[in-house]
């Protein structure tokens, strides 16, 4: 995640210095990565409340099965949020 200062940076800048929108894109990529990776945890969070209910002979958790199903939309509404920021200050670096 940028910084206040690399934020800073940017914007004094003007988009001036090539490392930035290197910086940017490195950054979007990381978000990808960390989207594909929750949803990958969600995923398998799933399957194990499926497998242990299996395994214990009882329907599975309602509470739990929630938890797990109210974790994704909301932290991939912040990975969006902060997605959001680096797509807009690559926006202002390739107006340059």
């Known amino acids: 995640m940028l910084t206040v200062d690399q934020r800073e940076a940017i914007l004094d800048k003007r988009g001036d ?3 930035i929108i290197i910086d940017l ?16 945890q969600v ?25 797990v199903e109210q974790m994704e939309p909301v ?3 912040k990975i969006d ?3 959001g920021v680096i797509q807009d200050l690559i926006q202002i670096v390739s107006l340059r």
């Open 17 to 19: 210095d090539e490392k």
């Open 43 to 67: 995923d398998s969070a799933r399957e194990f409340i499926t497998s242990y209910s299996e395994r214990c002979q009882q329907p599975p958790s309602a509470s739990v099965s929630r938890r």
């Open 81 to 83: 949020r902060i997605d």
């Open 75 to 77: 932290i991939d509404g």
């Open 25 to 40: 894109l490195d950054h979007a990529r990381l978000w990808a990565e960390l989207r594909r990776t929750l949803r990958l």
